[in-house]
């Protein structure tokens, strides 16, 4: 019983800092002609509460796609919709063509505030209570405090709750597919991943490791009896599922071929604006999305982000377990992230996610990580007017961290689980005893360096002749981190050879 009153109140602190985040500015707030995503989420419900099915999403008179026009799957459409019709009957103006545009008011900000909560606490926040529920061997205060820092991750509260988006919906159908697949129950946690692909396509960061770990299941039990009878029922559910999203586009080919055309925008370039990957920390020196033809750009960032991946895929087909699904669910995210094509800074949340799934595991780099990945959407926070939010939540974040897991003390090499490799390394240098004192010493030059660059940031003008100064360098010192933790998360990955036995798992 004390457990869930404390869950409860966790739960409850994390929906207070969520208003108190949304009671500040939005993107794009009094901003003609184009707003921001908040004026992008009303004018999608516009389109489709006022436009048949079949001309959401492609250009007319009545549906400029050069104005946020719909790129996400049909399942945020359908949300938007759902949406469209509750503000219908609060305030038509709300969603009436053409003379919405733009509209701002008090009310309509609480409204879609409330959207953004209520899809929270259905799909989002019951998921991460029931994922640190399931831990297992770690005590009742641990896995309260787990879902505590969870759900004071400040990146996602401030990219839904100030920003503004629905970010919560897709990652929390990603959790509850990793919920599904760790339990055994394959065929509710594919179903889960497909509505978040369905939802937003960046959740394909995700499908590798959700495949290979399916795959390897199907291995394990053989494919020749219960391994090939689970395959087929995976590969029914995922078209199944995929066919009931997309029914009301499959009536003509050109409905189904101008979606994909939304979904995949190429023509946009390999990156925009200033995102923390090595594309744009790169093109700083060397302007590649000018000099190369696009479809080179396409594929070489294919080729870097396949090879970056295969390696941790490969090992978890081959010796499928739940604690390598978590961290492989990490490193693919992440390599998709740096050197994949038309990355949004955004982006940075579906690496975020699994990493707060391995917080309990290894404490001192997830906390780590999760501070640079809030770090790394300065610039967008600070164009929102966000930086107060962005600071007490990063500062909230990071002492209930220290409080709940004395992330201080866990850096010694079997805590930050590179007991394996630092054994292998000996081998042939016996000296080499000094990882975990140089990892706490780059940790130190990290939090120095972001908060420095924050400072200049905001108290500096940058030089006339490089308005973009900070916000380049917030880029590229967030993607040398990145960089590293792709490195250690591969380590972990590779020198697992134990396939997470004596390690907290999910039942």
């Known amino acids: 019983m004390e457990k869930w009153y404390l869950m409860t109140t966790v739960v409850l602190i994390g929906l207070t800092v969520r208003w108190t985040v949304s009671l500040n500015s939005y993107s794009g707030a009094g901003k003609p002609p184009m707003f921001g995503d908040y004026e992008a989420q009303r004018h999608w419900q516009e389109i489709t509460f006022n436009l048949p099915v079949k001309q959401w999403y492609f250009n007319s008179s009545d549906n400029n796609l050069q104005y946020w026009g719909l790129d996400y799957p049909p399942l945020t459409a359908y949300h938007s919709l759902l949406c469209a019709y509750v503000a219908k009957f609060i305030n038509p103006d709300w969603i009436a063509l053409h003379t ?10 609480l ?84 509505l978040a692909i369905n939802y937003k396509q960046m959740e ?30 995976l590969a029914c559910t995922v078209v199944a599922s995929f ?18 055309r939304r979904l995949f925008p190429v023509d946009r370039g390999l990156f925009e604006d200033k995102v923390a990957n090595i ?8 302007k590649i999305k000018d000099i190369l033809p696009r479809h080179i750009q396409l594929i070489m960032s294919f080729c870097f982000t396949f090879l970056s991946l295969l390696p941790a895929c490969i090992k978890l087909i081959l010796q499928p377990s739940s604690k390598g699904f978590k961290f492989t ?28 799934l391995v917080l309990s595991d290894i404490p001192f780099m997830s906390t780590w990580f999760l501070l640079v990945s809030t770090f790394s959407m300065l610039p967008l926070l600070l164009k929102d007017e966000l930086l ?48 975990s004192r140089i990892i706490q010493y780059l940790f130190l030059i990290s939090v120095i360096t972001m908060v420095l660059l924050t400072l200049m940031t905001v108290t500096l003008d ?22 590293f933790f792709l490195v250690y998360f591969n380590i972990i990955i590779m020198w697992d050879s134990k396939n997470g036995r004596n390690q907290k798992k999910i039942s």
């Open 100 to 109: 919405s545009r733009g509209y701002e008011s008090q009310a309509h900000k």
């Open 111 to 194: 409204f879609m505030r409330t959207t953004v909560l209520i899809a929270d606490l259905l799909i989002y926040i019951p998921a991460v209570v029931l994922y640190c529920c399931c831990l297992k061997e770690i005590s009742t205060k641990k896995k309260i405090a787990n879902a505590l820092c969870i759900l004071l991750y400040p990146g996602l509260i401030l990219i839904d709750y100030g920003h503004f988006q629905y970010n919560s919906v897709s990652l929390g159908f990603a959790l509850w597919g990793v919920l599904g697949v760790s339990c055994d129950w394959d065929l509710l946690g594919s179903l889960a991943f497909c």
């Open 204 to 233: 394909l960061y995700h499908s590798l490791p959700f495949f290979c770990f399916l795959l390897g299941k199907c291995f394990k039990k053989g494919l020749k009896g219960k391994g090939f009878v689970l395959l087929v029922k």
């Open 243 to 260: 066919i009931l999203c997309w029914l009301p586009f499959f009536t003509e080919g050109e409905q189904t071929l101008q979606v994909l």
């Open 279 to 286: 594309w744009c920390s790169f093109n700083v020196l060397l």
């Open 329 to 356: 669910l990490v490193s693919c995210a992440l390599s998709f992230f740096l050197f994949s094509f038309q990355v949004h800074e955004k982006s940075i949340l579906l690496v975020s996610l699994p990493v707060c």
């Open 388 to 435: 107060m939010p962005s600071v007490v939540t990063t500062m909230a974040f990071f002492i209930a961290c220290v409080t709940s897991f004395s992330i201080f003390e866990k850096t010694s090499e079997e805590e930050l689980q590179l007991k394996s490799f630092s054994i292998s390394v000996r081998t042939y240098l016996p000296c080499f005893t000094f990882l």
């Open 462 to 483: 940058p030089p006339q002749k490089l308005p973009d100064l900070f916000s380049v360098l917030v880029c590229f010192v967030s993607c040398l981190n990145f960089l």
